[in-house]
Nanobody, 121 residues
Framework: EVQLVESGGGLVEPGGSLRLSCVVSGLTFDDYSVGWFRQAPGKKREGISLISSTDGSAYVGSVKGRFTISSDNAKKTVYLQMNNLRPEDTAVYYC???????????????WGQGTQVTVSS
């Protein structure tokens, strides 16, 4: 059974930082792309970053320079370091995995349950 378990969300003030983690099990980690998507209330789910062993990493423009994705293959864990957070970053953040992921298509074979990130003073 494939499982993706996110953690690390919470409440942070504007300008603050959070690090999200996604632990992946049940699949061959090196064969999959893993990405982070988010969904704010009333909005569509959007891709923000992804990473794979073959293509490296990619970011959507709104988070480039503020967010950093990384992976620890030995731990089968993908991280999203989020710095300089803004109120518009408030959303539920989801981890996803598939053999091919695209930032502009919120579709994947496997999803985590999501973790809430709230940026507010």
């Amino acid at each position: 059974e494939v499982q993706l378990v996110e953690s690390g969300g919470g409440l942070v003030e504007p300008g603050g930082s959070l690090r999200l983690s996604c632990v992946v099990s049940g699949l061959t980690f090196d064969d999959y792309s893993v990405g982070w998507f988010r969904q704010a209330p009333g909005k569509k789910r959007e891709g923000i970053s992804l990473i794979s062993s073959t293509d490296g990493s990619a970011y959507v423009g709104s988070v480039k320079g503020r967010f950093t994705i990384s992976s620890d293959n030995a731990k089968k864990t993908v991280y999203l370091q989020m710095n300089n957070l803004r109120p518009e970053d408030t959303a539920v953040y989801y981890c996803a995995a598939d053999r091919i992921l695209r930032l502009w298509v919120a579709a994947a074979s496997h999803w985590g349950q999501g973790t809430q990130v709230t940026v507010s003073s």
